[in-house]
């Protein structure tokens, strides 16, 4: 169970399969509308599909492909294809579990591949059944699906080694990529069968699946499939392709957002030693050279105009200008409501501002195209096959079979890499050309072209009843709607995108009277809204779970102690609550002045976690974060190891952000640059942290994004709890700066005050 | 042409004396596990060593590098320190998407070469040059720690026969 449930709800505003998607969060939640829910989610076909025929023939035909995720050629390599892309999460090694666990084969023994571009094959259900990954989908999508996709291969292995011996199938076993015939003691490997298995039938209806009790990989720690070549260099990244023949770009487009190229000089340019050539985009221009070095100092010897367009005096104050009067004048449409607002009861209330965010991937945006008069053929790590695929087809205007497109390791996504617009450029680039082009971006290109996590402002606030519980909350956020451009047929009939009210619609909690409302606030034309790593519920799990310790702190009463009152009928959200407050030892003991916790608990992707972190605030107002005790139920873990990482990782990308990052407009584009601006934590900064897990054997949760939804309140709350303020607008070193410059006025004052009465 | 002495091999590259090592490395002689993250020596993925010292390569012009030892992360299995890191990252499972990790691991193999027994403040000093976004650092601090001293005590470790099959490069 996700969400309390003691109290009615008003059927009218709440759409029924809302209830059933919610379990599933984030993205998917709009996605489930869209396909339908349950139906759509059965998309991963362990069955060999009429799309495999040009798969098996672009793979040479392999002698055993009984499904689009399992090949098993002569010699017995078995070839593990991978329906999501790898960017650190872990998916391949999660993937490569499910299938191996039913396929019977040990890890030590299989490749993985990345898949081709095809929806049908490797789409994910739970995104609408685009190929595309995000949204903490993948393991969720996968679980059932690819066990079958296993077990199909399995069982045909072993009809076909039962053949050959002739005795009964159900008399055979598999272990470690042989069928064994345990009464004879006859082994065949899987290579040896697989001419045979792959030539008969397809089994019809579900195999039953392994029963737990007998998982050899599932729920046990493995290496990462992609360790190994991690290590030493040998990882192909998109950045990293090398096609004879090849030149590289870099770019610069306009720096105001929706501005356009006037002209450019590029006599100067041109001169330079190593630069091949100047092309003019209709908002951008890029210098092509032998070398990345001989395009950048081409790029900076351009002198370029441009037509700044209507943003071009656009700042952050006018940005959240709009957004204090959207969110005071807008017409809000209702995700929940549930009772009334009370007449009677103390009523406390705030508004929280979160800023708007970079990526920021390790691994700049680039590209590598090669069009040429018959085809295009596409180099690129991407969350987004089909959408890559699908610009080509329409820039060069040649048909889908002949777009040849090769993915990669991703060096990180973080939803950057959802966006096809790298794609777009480069293959605008490459057309202009008659060789394969490299487009890198600079890193300071990268930030100044994101497509941001949009900023939100959020009103809230709730009546306490004479306990001090909230008898009403009231929750309105406002702010831009990815969903509205990414895929706005997600978005319900009365407009409402569910990824703006992702965790703050439903909450853990039993609260008598809700509401929960967004206003949507479009961001100027050329600013576009990012996905960002933990999408709606890093936005709402921040305000929710900050204005809960607010109103514990209003209450007069301890966090913990106010959240356990309020979470009596949910066991499954009190229980990591009680595991993290036990393992940090909170109540017992004291810590040292300028020390604080600060709890933070939510339910985002299916998951449930719950981090109290430890940090302490120095006089200067600097945060250092000591040590972060996490509490989580993710459902069956299929890589404790992988789950461990991406509550480690998960919430470090949510510190750094918390306490640092957000992007600054001014004269219509982004200020910071790069990392001397844009910070992120370093290994200096990190705390230790702890993760304690509720074993069950529940279908698996969202781990990607988990951590990173939890962090920011978390360590704002701790924040609070060290030095007394309280923050409202992130980033938190910010509102430390400010609050720092307010104390120091103050006590100026007060020392004026004193002047002018020992005056008097 | 300057003539580059890269992982005991001498190359002769047509390289403008201003061109950073990490794009000579990359685009010129052909060496891609060297990374490009910011540019600006702020994060740390373009890491090689220079005569044994971990430097950023997007910074350090090729032109002041004549008879220098140049060494990268495809090399870093020829030292001592540096099979030693390689092996920790592996046994604790430290990478994640990763990018920044051969500038990781050539920073560390750096560090654990000339310091047996690295405290959390020398792991500091050493490693708050790398950035990386996925957020490794917890595990990094302890695949240092193991590499250094052997020691795996109350380490996240992930046995040696558990395997490591090949990966996904295309």
New interface residues.
């Given amino acids: 169970m996700s969400t309390p449930t003691d109290t009615p709800i008003d059927s009218t505003l709440i759409n029924p399969d809302r209830r059933k998607a919610l379990k599933f969060g984030g993205l998917a939640i709009g996605f489930l509308w869209l396909g339908g829910g349950k139906a759509a989610l059965a998309a991963i076909n362990p069955l060999r599909q009429s799309d495999d025929a040009a798969v098996a023939a672009a793979d040479g035909h392999p002698a055993f492909a009984p499904n689009a995720f399992v090949c098993i050629d002569t010699d017995g390599k078995v070839r593990l294809v991978?329906p999501n892309v790898?960017?650190?999460?872990?998916i391949?090694t999660g993937t490569?579990m499910l299938l191996a666990e039913e396929l019977g084969v040990?890890?030590?023994?299989?490749?993985?591949?990345?898949a081709p571009s095809n929806a049908q094959l490797y789409g994910t259900a739970l995104l609408g059944g685009e190929q595309a990954t995000g949204g903490s989908t993948s393991t969720r999508n996968g679980w059932e699906s690819l066990r079958q996709a296993g077990a199909v291969a399995r069982l045909l292995l072993v009809q076909a080694a039962a053949a050959q011996w002739k005795v009964a199938a159900d008399s055979c076993t598999v272990e470690h990529g042989e069928v064994v015939h345990g009464a004879s003691g006859r082994r065949l490997g899987y290579g040896a069968l697989a001419a045979a298995a792959g030539k008969l039938p397809m089994p019809s209806g579900a195999i039953p699946l392994k029963d737990p009790a007998h998982y050899t990989l599932i729920g046990k720690?493995?290496?990462?499939?992609?360790?190994?070549?991690?290590?030493?260099?040998?990882?192909?990244?998109g950045?990293?392709v090398?096609v004879p023949g090849m030149k590289?770009a870099t770019v610069r487009a306009c720096p105001v957002f929706g501005g356009k190229l006037a002209s450019v000089d590029d006599s100067r340019a041109r001169a330079l030693?190593?630069v091949v050539a100047v092309i003019k985009l209709d908002d951008a221009v890029a210098v092509i050279g032998?070398?990345?070095?001989a395009a950048l100092q081409g790029l900076q010897a351009l002198e370029i105009s441009w037509d700044l367009g209507a943003n071009a005096h656009l700042d952050t104050a006018e940005l959240t200008r709009q957004l204090d009067e959207h969110s005071r004048t807008g017409k809000p449409i209702v995700a929940r409501k549930q009772g009334q607002r009370p007449a009677a009861g103390k009523s406390v209330e705030a508004i929280y501002q979160l800023p708007l965010l970079a990526h920021?991937?390790?691994?700049?945006l680039n590209a590598t195209v090669h069009v040429s008069a018959d085809q295009c053929e596409i180099w690129l790590g991407t969350q987004v096959p089909n959408r890559v695929v699908a610009a080509a087809v329409k820039l060069t205007g040649l048909p889908e079979e002949k777009i040849i497109f090769?993915?990669?390791?991703?060096?990180?996504?973080?939803g950057r890499r959802l966006e096809a617009d790298i794609a777009v450029q480069a293959i605008k680039i490459a057309k202009q050309v008659n060789y394969p082009v490299k487009v890198?971006w600079?890193?300071e290109e990268d930030v100044r072209q994101e497509i941001p996590r949009p900023m939100y402002y959020d009103r809230i606030s709730a009546v306490l009843d004479p306990d001090g519980r909230p008898d009403y909350w009231s929750h309105r956020t406002t702010g831009a709607s990815v969903a509205a451009r990414w895929i706005p047929a997600a978005l319900s009939k009365d407009g409402l995108d569910s990824d703006t009210v992702e965790c703050a619609a439903e909450t853990p909690y039993a609260v008598p009277n809700v509401l929960s409302e967004w206003v949507p606030c479009d961001l100027p034309q050329g600013l576009l809204p990012g996905w960002w790593r933990g999408v709606g519920p890093t936005h709402n799990l921040f305000v929710v779970e900050s204005f809960m310790d607010e109103l514990a702190h209003a209450a007069g009463q301890d966090p913990l102690a106010y959240r356990r009152a309020l979470l009596q009928k949910n066991p499954r959200a009190l229980a990591v609550l009680d595991l993290a407050a036990e393992k940090i030892g909170w109540g017992k003991g004291s810590l040292p002045p300028g020390v604080g916790r600060g709890i933070a608990l939510g339910e985002p992707f299916g998951s449930a976690i719950c981090a109290i972190v430890e940090a302490e605030v120095t006089a200067e107002g600097s945060v250092r974060m000591r040590r972060v005790v996490v509490g989580l139920d993710c459902g069956q873990m299929v890589n404790p190891?992988s789950v461990?990482?991406q509550v480690?990782?998960?919430?470090?990308?949510g510190f750094?952000a918390a306490l640092y990052n957000g992007l600054t407009v001014k004269n219509g584009g982004i200020v910071e640059s790069?990392?001397?601006d844009y910070r992120?934590?370093?290994?200096?900064e990190?705390p230790?942290?702890e993760l304690h897990v509720v074993q069950t054997t529940a279908s698996p949760g969202g781990m990607g994004e988990v951590g990173t939804a939890i962090a920011a309140p978390a360590l704002a709350n701790a924040v609070f709890a060290a030095c007394g303020v309280r923050v409202r607008n992130l980033p938190i070193e910010r509102a430390l700066a400010a609050h720092h410059e307010e104390a120091r006025k103050a006590v100026a004052r007060r020392k004026q005050g004193d002047r002018a009465e020992a005056l008097t | 042409m300057i003539t580059l002495q890269v992982n005991g091999e001498a190359h002769q590259v047509d390289a403008p004396p201003d061109m950073p090592l990490l794009w000579v490395l990359r685009d010129l002689i052909g060496l891609t596990g060297t990374k490009f993250g910011c540019g600006i020596a702020q994060c740390g993925a373009c890491t090689v060593h220079l005569d044994g010292q971990a430097v950023r390569s997007c910074v350090l012009p090729v032109g002041a590098l004549a008879g220098k030892a140049i060494s990268t992360i495809e090399t870093l299995d020829q030292s001592d320190a540096g099979r030693k890191v390689q092996q920790a990252w592996l046994t604790v499972d430290v990478v994640q998407c990763g990018y920044c990790q051969s500038g990781q691991l050539m920073s560390a193999a750096a560090l654990v070469a000339g310091n047996p027994n690295p405290s959390d403040n020398d792991i500091d000093m050493a490693m708050a040059g790398n950035i990386c976004r996925c957020g490794t650092y917890v595990r990094i601090r302890e695949a240092i720690k193991l590499a250094a001293t052997g020691h795996t005590d109350a380490l996240q470790v992930i046995p040696d026969d558990a395997g490591t099959p090949s990966g996904a490069n295309s």
């Avoid at chain 1, 040990?106 to 990345?114: N, R, T």
């Avoid at chain 1, 032998?290 to 070095?293: F, L, T």
């Avoid at chain 1, 920021?360 to 700049?364: D, G, S």
């Avoid at chain 1, 992120?680 to 200096?684: E, K, S, V, Y």
Wanted: glycine share 10%; net charge negative.
């Fill in positions: 991978m790898e960017m650190g999460q872990s391949y490569a040990d890890l030590a023994h299989i490749s993985v591949e990345h720690p493995w290496r990462r499939v992609d360790a190994a070549i991690k290590v030493n260099g040998e990882a192909q990244f950045i990293d090398k590289i030693p190593g032998d070398h990345y070095w920021a991937t390790m691994e700049p090769h993915n990669f390791f991703l060096g990180g996504g973080f890198i600079s890193r190891s461990s990482a480690q990782g998960g919430l470090l990308f750094s790069n990392f001397n992120n934590l370093r290994i200096n990190t230790a942290i």
